[in-house]
């Protein structure tokens, strides 16, 4: 396993401290589907990661990428190790080095010794099955002290280079907790940076490149319904527009000349802020009557201590009232917070929609949101916000308690 590396012996990598950018990891795994789940594993623990499935792959991820770690699938069946290093030792590479592989597997053994006699910064191998938490151990001394600081890139550049993709975190029915829609939530994946949330980029109101944003929006959701519809997984999809997007009477007609017309599309739902909805409830009612005959509803998103302006209306115009998470998480012991939800559920239910509470994050949370009455529930106790092939296979192979 290791010809054509002993003249390489001394050759040691430089070692380093802890970090404050986000670290960069490459798997190398012959297996497309094994590269695919650790990097989402490390993508979940803030590394930016690619893949390689050759040895010919790995150096151009050494020269492109700067990896950190490079984690190296070991199997009976898979790539050849022994490869692999040789090119890390000829390459100088600086990183750190994990082994993946079965347990009380020799291979798995003899990589490690073999990495170390010449020179490379071998971590401790992982060993399958493993948790994430366990993955979190080996590279701990990769990970940032501090949050990385806000990338200095315009969402009109992130646009122009491709970098936003939508994510997507499950909403589900509050009594029977089947999965029964998913709002899709937008992330930048910046090549330095890794995935950036939007809280970094997402420009102001009056921003020109915000009807851009928007326009990426509506488009990817569509083009990801119908990869879900392909995966046999569709899904009722809920997106974030300004109310400012739908005053152009152009924008709202393009909305709706975009929306799926195959016959197992369920409707789209467009959440607004609570604050902009309420100023805004004249036109949006006006909306409302258009979009409607598109099968799209309208949404209140963040709704809390704002909620007795709705209390003067005859009517509204939104299909849903969603409680701002801050007022349903605890919201089982905090008699403030419940007494916030207790009206905004009251408000959907004098109104004829539907309540729903974000912000679930733990099986009390879930108690209350069901004895206050809410329809629909969504937060970490179901599933984070993930990307759209993770979500996809969420769909397919778990229950929904089980992604809680």
């Not at 490379?120 to 080996?138: G, I, N, S, V, Y």
């Not at 501090?146 to 009109?156: C, L, R, Y």
């Not at 491709?162 to 089947?178: F, H, M, N, S």
Request: aromatic residues 6%; negative net charge.
């Amino acid at each position: 396993m290791n010809d054509g590396i002993t003249e390489l012996v001394g050759r040691r990598p430089v070692t380093f401290g802890r970090r404050k950018v986000t670290p960069r990891a490459c798997v190398a795994d012959s297996k497309r589907h094994l590269r695919a789940f650790l990097s989402e594993v490390l993508e979940d623990l803030g590394f930016v990661t690619c893949e390689c499935a050759s040895a010919d792959e790995l150096r151009t991820v050494l020269a492109t990428e700067l990896p950190d770690v490079i984690l190296l699938g070991v199997a009976a069946d898979g790539i050849e190790p022994g490869r692999f290093l040789e090119i890390l030792v000829r390459e100088a590479f600086a990183g750190r080095v994990l082994a993946v592989g079965a347990r009380e597997s020799i291979i798995v053994k003899a990589v490690r010794q073999v990495g170390e006699e010449y020179g490379l910064a071998m971590l401790p191998p992982l060993t399958t099955p493993f948790a994430a938490e366990t993955l979190r151990e080996r590279v701990a001394m990769l990970l940032p002290d501090e949050p990385a600081p806000s990338p200095a890139v315009h969402v009109g550049e992130a646009l122009h280079a491709g970098w936003l993709e939508l994510w997507y975190q499950p909403k589900i029915d509050a009594r029977t907790l089947v999965r029964s829609g998913a709002e899709a939530l937008v992330r930048m994946r910046h090549p330095t940076w890794g995935v950036v949330p939007p809280a970094y980029f997402i420009p102001e109101p009056h921003d020109p490149h915000f009807r851009g944003l928007s326009e990426f929006v509506i488009d990817r959701a569509v083009q990801d319904w119908h990869y879900l519809l392909e995966q046999q997984s569709p899904v009722d999809l809920s997106i974030n527009l300004p109310a400012s997007y739908l005053s152009e009477p152009q924008a709202v007609r393009d909305l709706c000349r975009r929306v799926p017309t195959h016959p197992a599309f369920g409707g789209l739902t467009v959440e607004i802020d609570s604050e902009e909805a309420i100023r805004e409830v004249d036109l949006l009612t006006e909306v409302a009557r258009e979009v409607g005959l598109h099968n799209i509803g309208l949404s209140i998103d963040n709704l809390g201590t704002n909620w007795p302006s709705l209390m003067g209306l005859d009517r509204i115009p939104f299909v849903k009232l969603k409680a701002d998470r801050q007022f349903v998480t605890g919201s089982g012991s905090d008699r403030l917070k419940r007494t916030v939800c207790r009206h905004i559920v009251e408000l959907a239910q004098g109104f004829g929609a539907r309540a729903v509470a974000q912000g679930v994050e733990s099986r009390a949370d879930l108690v209350a949101a069901n004895e206050l009455g809410f329809d629909l529930v969504q937060g970490f106790l179901f599933g984070k916000p993930m990307p759209l092939k993770k979500f996809a296979r969420s769909a397919l192979t778990r229950t929904v308690m089980g992604e809680a």
